[in-house]
């Protein structure tokens, strides 16, 4: 262990996640173990800015790992985005003897985290966000509770829609990435997911939709990801006209399928954190307290394959942007020809498997 650690700190920031506070009762434990003091910054890098810290000590950590949200709560400060918010930021670690930070959040936070490494303090990124959406790691903090909590609630609308022969088309979160909807529109036995990564048909979903209904599938549920707000209500609508249309058509009214809109918003952000989740905040806690310790820097802990290890923040940040193909020039310019082959591969390979997944998904989804 590095003896210059004496204090570190510890903050949550971006979209709270299930199993942040987990996170935090881990790096603190971890740290307080090898005899260093952790201090929460309250309200992500706002605390470091106005000199907002709490002393967490293992009792201030005590009841929380099973509880969602962040007990040292969540902002997004802007003012950190500028020099000046982020020397006033430092100013306080110093002032408060602080010599390292584990940063716990998604992108914008790890942004936050590069520029406090790039000033002389050390930082290491934790990837807490429930969509997922962090290429380099296969998981992130509070995604399967995330997904957990939409299947629960999608399950109580199938009763209603089986009860009732009708459809409902759910919205979930997952910012620009279609992970959440996917695997829970598997899990809910969906009949369609419109997800960013891959195509949709509507014309063919709703063709399917009368299909099935002609068979006698009394329940439908589509799953809707929050990057289309549009779509949803306007498929909702759709599906209920066009049934209702060729009900009266050909005089049967059980062609008609009602159709509800649900958007679950916020609901998929809370909840108990999941074993899996509490498992995967306790583990990277520890390890972004062994990693700081060793004297690393500027990189974040990922899951790969089962497994906990970390890379650089620059490279998660190209591999994201490779994966969204929003890449701008330059930016692999630090690259060897050999790690951009690397990381084009590993897109390719995540690609793939997305496109797998959603054909399995629509092959069942019958
Ligand atoms: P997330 O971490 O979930 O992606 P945000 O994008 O809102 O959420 O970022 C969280 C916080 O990280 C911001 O409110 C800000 O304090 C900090 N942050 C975001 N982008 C930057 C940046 N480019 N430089 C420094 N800090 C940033």
Redesign the pocket.
């Known amino acids: 262990m590095s003896a210059k650690f004496r204090k570190i700190c510890v903050l949550t920031?971006?979209?709270d996640a299930p199993g942040m506070n987990a996170a935090v009762r881990a790096v603190t434990r971890a740290a307080n173990a090898r005899g260093v003091q952790v201090m929460g910054s309250l309200g992500?890098?706002?605390g470091m800015i106005h000199d907002e810290f709490v002393e967490l000590t293992n009792r201030a950590v005590s009841n929380k790992i099973q509880l969602s949200g962040t007990f040292i709560y969540s902002?997004?400060?802007?003012?950190?985005?500028e020099e000046a918010g982020?020397q006033k930021a430092i100013a306080n670690l110093k002032k408060h003897e602080i010599d390292g930070v584990v940063a716990i959040?998604?992108?914008?936070?790890?942004?936050?985290a590069?520029?406090l490494s790039q000033r002389g303090i050390p930082t290491i990124g934790i990837p807490?966000?429930i969509d997922n959406d962090i290429t380099a790691s296969d998981n992130t903090i509070g995604f399967d509770t995330a997904m957990q909590t939409v299947v629960d609630n999608v399950d109580r609308l199938h009763d209603t829609c089986e009860s009732h022969a009708r459809c409902n088309v759910v919205e979930v979160m997952g910012r620009g990435a279609g992970d959440i909807t996917l695997n829970t529109a598997i899990a809910t036995g969906a009949v369609a997911a419109v997800i960013p990564e891959c195509d949709f048909d509507e014309e063919a979903c709703i063709n399917k939709i009368i299909r099935l209904r002609r068979e006698g599938k009394r329940s439908f549920l589509i799953i809707v990801s929050e990057a289309f707000p549009e779509v949803g209500p306007a498929l909702t609508k759709k599906i209920t006209e066009v049934t209702r249309e060729l009900s009266e058509k050909e005089n049967n009214d059980k062609l008609w399928v009602e159709s509800k809109f649900c958007r679950m918003a916020h609901i998929v952000r809370g909840g108990s954190p999941t074993l899996s989740d509490r498992l995967l905040a306790t583990k990277m806690g520890v390890r972004a307290v062994d990693e700081l310790f060793a004297g690393n820097s500027d990189i974040i802990v990922v899951e790969r394959e089962g497994k906990i290890t970390t890379c650089g923040i620059l490279w998660s940040q190209i591999l994201d942007r490779m994966y969204k193909g929003t890449l701008k020039e330059g930016m692999t310019d630090s690259l060897s020809a050999d790690e951009i082959k690397e990381m084009e591969k590993f897109i390719e390979e995540k690609k793939a498997g997305f496109k797998t997944t959603y054909a399995m998904f629509n092959e069942l989804a019958n």
């Open positions: 920031s971006g979209g992500g890098y706002r902002d997004r400060c802007l003012e950190f985005k982020m959040g998604g992108d914008g936070t790890f942004r936050g590069t520029d807490g966000t």
